[in-house]
């Protein structure tokens, strides 16, 4: 794989590079903080983007905005977000993008040198690596939701499509139906998994959530 890093600590930077670098994987760019982050992309059009959460200058959510803002300009960019937190805000944006090719990892949680560069080559290949710890914090605040199994095939064929970051428009061609159907899909979806409206949740990305939490 060709890679491209978004991490600001100098030593984790060099040794991811390195760790990469032993399975045969090329750093094609390495990143101090996240401002270059979408044209360092353009020009090296890596296969994996690998980004910290908090860099500089404010070490607050530098890493994961830049993330959410490369996947609106190049949707389906892989990328593997890798932090010591959950910044649960933009986390919900970057998984509104679509779960296809997109991990999320906890620093502290990667326990085995195999198991992270399995995770990045999963994501790269469009596959999903969320820490359980991760999807659990995003739904912290919410109340529990009903079973994933209460939907029924067809709903479920759209929760799959609405993770891969699709409109409603996008599902209606993939699966040959109206608009209007799957905007009852959606709703029963919604209404399945308690999903109430709410100002302060984003019913799409939790009913995603879900669906990327359940077996």
């Not at 994996?48 to 959460?53: E, N, R």
């Not at 709410?198 to 799409?204: I, N, P």
């Amino acid at each position: 794989m060709r890679i491209v890093i978004a991490e600001d600590s100098v030593l984790l930077r060099e040794g991811i590079t390195r760790l990469l670098a032993e399975y045969d994987h090329e750093v094609v760019d390495a990143l101090g903080d996240a401002t270059r982050l979408v044209d360092s992309v353009a020009e090296h059009d890596p296969d994996l983007v690998i980004v910290d959460v908090r860099m500089p200058p404010t070490h607050t959510d530098e890493g994961l905005r830049a993330a959410v803002d490369l996947r609106g300009r190049r949707p389906g960019t892989p990328v593997l977000v890798l932090s010591q937190y959950v910044e649960e805000r933009y986390a919900t944006e970057l998984i509104a993008t679509g779960t296809a090719g997109l991990g999320y990892l906890l620093k502290e949680r990667v326990a085995d040198v195999r198991d992270f560069v399995d995770a990045a080559r999963r994501v790269a290949g469009g596959g999903t690596a969320l820490d359980p710890e991760v999807v659990a914090q995003l739904l912290v605040r919410t109340r529990r939701r009903e079973p994933i199994d209460a939907l029924t095939p067809r709903e479920r064929e759209v929760l799959a499509l609405m993770a891969q970051g699709r409109s409603n428009s996008a599902i209606a061609a993939a699966l040959v139906v109206s608009d209007g159907a799957v905007e009852k899909h959606i709703s029963s979806i919604f209404t399945k998994l308690d999903l109430a409206p709410s100002e302060s949740e984003h019913r799409r990305v939790l009913a995603v959530l879900a669906f990327v939490q359940s077996p």
